[in-house]
């Protein structure tokens, strides 16, 4: 039997050879490559574009991939969420921005991580995962962002930091608010002396709340569907309810959440009072809760004040810094408060939300290229986050605690001591 297009019966040696010699001059045509793929006429060559995965992408995944995906020098191509049709929106996304089929969807995170073309992550996760997801992803290599709060005790905090210090790994926290203009702003009001010599922070939080009950137990979807045991991941086991996965009712829950709820607005607004104070390496040294209120003291003499009330109306996530010649304050709807009238002569109007990460997620961006540290990097991340959960610590044991910013370790409080890490579920372990 003669091959295809071999000399033959039905093909004279002439023709055959015509026809080879027209398909190799086709070969050897130049190929016509459109500007755009060369990083010509705007566009962003492959070789410099950052391929991005995502891990756990619920509503504030979605916005934080909605500012990376637009940008011309990321290719999305991978989500891996425990729900199908959370992971299967995601993919829909990408497909639809790119106008092709080339994103993958996942189960299991650590199939994503495995991958050598993914450069850096967006963990979105609820507050149990972004730890272990972190750390697994810069051994693996990859570049992190990670959503806040970005450990559940102390412990955590303390690994990823070291994790992502030893393997030099670009790692931004969640904390959108430093790439802010009007709380960046007040910052510099803060720092440049405007303010005079500054006594009293204020970071807005939620209403503390720790509980420990379980929802009732509902029949538990195939592991297609939902995969329980992954959403749980290191946190102990409990009967499925979908109030916690389907309609995202797992914060507040000891097992599930950050510091008696602290974090979900402390880890934006004692940060940013960190950073007022100059205190990015080091924490308060003093906590001590009254009612809703936590008041915490730095080394320095200035106070920390953490509360959830008595607000000017700046939107959410307020905070206030107080000097001994002015004060101000500024929240997510962009407005500013100020203190005395004089330092209007500083002021400028601010359009950005406190909520819009674009500045945040693309400063990452810059920095995965560059290999610079970010705003939010794993150290600013380690002390601010620590500081919050000294300040649940106290209020959990309803007393003041002492803290030793070198040691990190609360000062002849036994009790205390035990409360800065958790087990967790077996095989899952930092």
């Known amino acids: 039997m003669h091959a295809q297009n071999a000399p033959g019966p039905s093909m004279p ?8 010699l027209l398909a190799s001059g086709a070969a050897m045509m130049p190929m016509i490559v459109p500007g755009r793929v060369l990083g010509r006429d705007g566009g962003v060559a492959p070789s410099n574009r950052i391929v991005l995965g995502g891990i756990g992408l619920g509503p504030r995944g979605r916005q934080d991939l909605s500012s990376m995906i637009t940008e011309p020098d990321v290719q999305f191509l991978a989500i891996a969420d425990v729900q199908a049709a959370v992971g299967e929106s995601i ?17 299991d995170f650590r199939e994503l991580i495995a991958r050598p073309d993914i450069d850096a992550v967006l963990i979105a996760t609820g507050d149990r995962w972004h730890t272990l997801a972190s750390i697994l992803a810069a051994k693996a290599g990859k570049d992190v962002y990670s959503e806040k709060p970005c450990g559940i005790t102390i412990g955590q905090c303390q690994a990823l930091s070291d994790v992502m210090r030893t393997t030099g790994r670009v790692f931004q926290a969640g904390t959108q608010r430093r790439n802010v ?18 006594h009293t922070l204020h970071a807005s939080i939620y209403q503390l709340q720790v509980l420990y009950d379980w929802l009732p137990a509902e029949p538990e979807p195939p592991k297609e569907v939902i995969d329980w045991d992954m959403w749980l991941g290191p946190c102990p086991w409990r009967p499925y309810n979908k109030a916690y996965v389907v309609d995202r009712r797992w914060r507040g829950y000891y097992d599930f959440d950050s510091g008696a709820k602290l974090l979900d607005w402390g880890a934006h607004t004692v940060d940013l009072c960190q950073w007022a104070n100059a205190a990015d390496e080091t924490v308060p040294v003093e906590y001590e809760p009254a009612g809703a209120t936590v008041y915490a003291r730095y080394a320095n003499g200035v106070k920390l004040v953490m509360r959830p009330d008595g607000w000017l109306g700046t939107g959410t996530c307020p905070v206030r810094f107080e000097g001994d010649e002015g004060w101000v304050e500024t929240g997510d709807n962009g407005s500013v408060e100020l203190h005395p009238a004089s330092l209007r002569n500083e002021w400028r109007a601010f359009t950005m939300r406190g909520t819009d990460a674009a500045q945040h997620t693309r400063e990452f961006l810059n920095c ?5 540290l970010p705003a939010a990097n794993y150290s600013v991340m ?26 990190e370790e609360f000062i002849g409080d036994e009790p205390a001591n035990r409360m800065r890490s958790r087990a967790m579920r077996e095989p899952w372990r930092v």
Do not use: M
């Open 13 to 20: 040696r002439r023709a055959f050879l015509k026809k080879s």
């Open 91 to 107: 993919k829909t996304l990408a497909d639809e921005a790119y106008g092709n089929k080339d994103c993958k969807r996942y189960r």
């Open 181 to 198: 203009p009007n709380f960046q702003f007040a910052v510099h009001l803060a720092r440049s002396g405007k303010l005079g010599r500054l």
């Open 368 to 372: 995965v290229k560059s290999r610079a």
């Open 382 to 407: 380690r002390h601010s986050h620590i500081a919050c959960h000294a300040a649940a610590i106290a209020w959990q044991l309803g007393r003041k605690v002492r803290f030793d910013p070198a040691t």
